[in-house]
């Protein structure tokens, strides 16, 4: 069934990124993140260098989607109704793939009008590091 608030589609940009402060490794093709995303959203943390190592854009109507951001970070958009869209992060090496390590339900008002939102947490690879997904509306 699709409401009034999914009438048409939008498109939804989602980076996983790295947060570090290490330079860019070599023979790996990422790009700095931009400063005016950083500056919007990160400007509270505090590693030297943030790097997009992967981006999707997806265009989303009445029906949920997933897709992969890497092979530890699966994306999940699912439209909630009343013009919300929940933002689903996924970890399928975790020990319950099918449930989502975090949850977070936007307007999608608040996207169409430039809004961002960074969902992140420590790496637990590597010492003194950061992975995040930022999701913003599309271009």
Not at 11 to 27: A, H, N, S, V, Y
Not at 45 to 53: A, D, G, P, Q, T
Request: include cysteine.
């Amino acid at each position: 069934m699709v409401t009034a608030a999914w009438a048409g589609e939008f498109k939804i940009k989602t980076q996983l990124i790295w947060g570090t402060d290490e330079p860019k490794p070599p023979g790996k093709e990422f790009v700095e993140l931009s400063s005016n995303m950083r500056s919007k959203l990160l400007n509270n943390l505090r590693w030297k260098n943030y790097f997009v190592v992967k981006s999707h854009a997806e265009t989303v109507n009445s029906e949920s989607c997933r897709f992969a951001l890497s092979e530890r970070c699966i994306v999940g958009l699912k439209p909630t109704g009343k013009g919300r869209i929940e933002i689903q992060i996924f970890n399928p090496m975790g020990t319950k793939p099918a449930d989502p390590v975090f949850t977070q339900e936007l307007l999608l008002e608040s996207l169409k009008k430039g809004e961002a939102v960074a969902i992140g947490a420590n790496s637990k690879d590597r010492w003194d590091d950061a992975w995040l997904v930022i999701v913003t509306g599309g271009e």
